[in-house]
């Protein structure tokens, strides 16, 4: 695992003004309280996200954590990479072999094509266009959208469209259909409506409002079918490709149970609880997974501090 480096000063300030460097750290530091003889009482506090990668039915799982801290962290369909941020906007591509990361580019990933060959990224801050980078030999292709501000997307399983959440220049939230070869987007379902998941045979998807009501909406046009069963607690890990079947999970938990829900019937069947045994300093989870469920992805935050009582300080 690597750790980003900083240094951390801490200064002290005399009644005249003049400063000095009491201390020098390649960590983050905080100053709790000094002491009348000139003992200092620091804290440390540092974020961890540990992520692991598996197959349904192994017990074995991978450690593929690269960084200190990444976000982002998708698996590919069949399941032989994951993709990940990490600092200043890098891209990276681990296989779940546990060979080493590997740079891929730049921007927010959104995700391997349905084949593996792109990864989808929307460029910061200049997010009037989308980025297709090849996981392996092969050129950057960039698409602009004019006049949209691309937040996030979703790939179709043809692999040659996409569903774009945007905002256009009014700030109006919409889901766009659009072409990795380029040309113009087009509105698909009602304004402020954000695509979350993706049908397996891609003519449909499943929208969520602003306040999180839940329907599915055609690619097409055409009437939309709620589903009054799905809250604003749900997040929708993924469409499963039987067609009826989403896997759903808590927004925010520190143990996740992912539960199968009939799109057709409403019910709920849970899949598999995902619980860290070590639960030291667990802050939440992220969890993804395959179309197929074969394959999946889990990501646990952590966050622990140290007190120290430092002495000797001039």
């Given amino acids: 695992m690597l750790q980003s480096l900083v240094e951390v000063l801490i200064h002290a300030q005399c009644l005249t003004g003049h ?6 750290a390649p960590l983050n530091l905080f100053l709790q309280d000094v002491s009348r003889d000139g003992r200092v009482l620091l804290t440390t506090d ?3 996200l540990d992520v692991f990668a598996g197959t349904t039915g192994n017990k074995q799982e991978k450690d593929l954590t690269w960084f200190a801290e990444s976000w982002l962290q998708h698996i590919s369909d069949d399941g032989k990479f994951i993709v990940f941020d990490a600092d200043d906007y890098k891209i990276y591509m681990r296989n779940t072999d546990g060979s080493p990361a590997v ?9 391997p094509s349905p084949d593996g060959k792109w990864v989808l ?6 997010n009037e266009k989308f980025l297709l980078i090849p996981t392996g030999a092969g050129e950057t292709r960039t698409v602009t959208t004019p006049k949209l501000h691309n937040v996030n997307g979703l790939w179709l399983p043809d692999g040659q469209h996409l569903l774009m959440v945007a905002l256009d220049d009014s700030g109006q939230l919409g889901t766009y259909l659009q072409s990795i070869a380029g040309g113009d987007p087009r509105l698909v379902g009602p304004a402020s409506v954000a695509a979350v998941a993706v049908a397996p045979d891609g003519r449909s998807f499943l929208g969520a409002t602003p306040d999180r009501k839940y329907a599915i909406y055609s690619v097409d046009g055409g009437a939309a079918r709620e589903i009054p069963d799905l809250t604003a607690g749900d997040r929708i890990i993924q469409w499963l490709s039987d067609k009826r079947t989403l896997l759903v999970g808590p927004r925010l938990a520190r143990s996740v149970p992912v539960h199968e829900f009939d799109l057709v019937t409403g019910r709920r069947k849970l899949w598999r609880q995902f619980d860290p045994a070590d639960k030291v300093g667990l802050t939440g989870m992220y969890v993804g997974v395959s179309p197929d469920r074969n394959h999946y992805i889990y ?10 009582v430092v002495d000797g300080l001039k």
Avoid: C
């Avoid at 400063?19 to 020098?24: E, K, Y």
């Fill in 19 to 24: 400063q000095r460097v009491l201390l020098r």
């Fill in 299 to 308: 990501a646990a935050g952590r966050n622990f501090s140290a007190l120290y």
């Fill in 121 to 126: 990224a929307i460029p910061a801050p200049d």
């Fill in 103 to 111: 740079l891929l580019g730049r921007g927010q990933n959104w995700g």
């Fill in 46 to 48: 540092e974020r961890r």
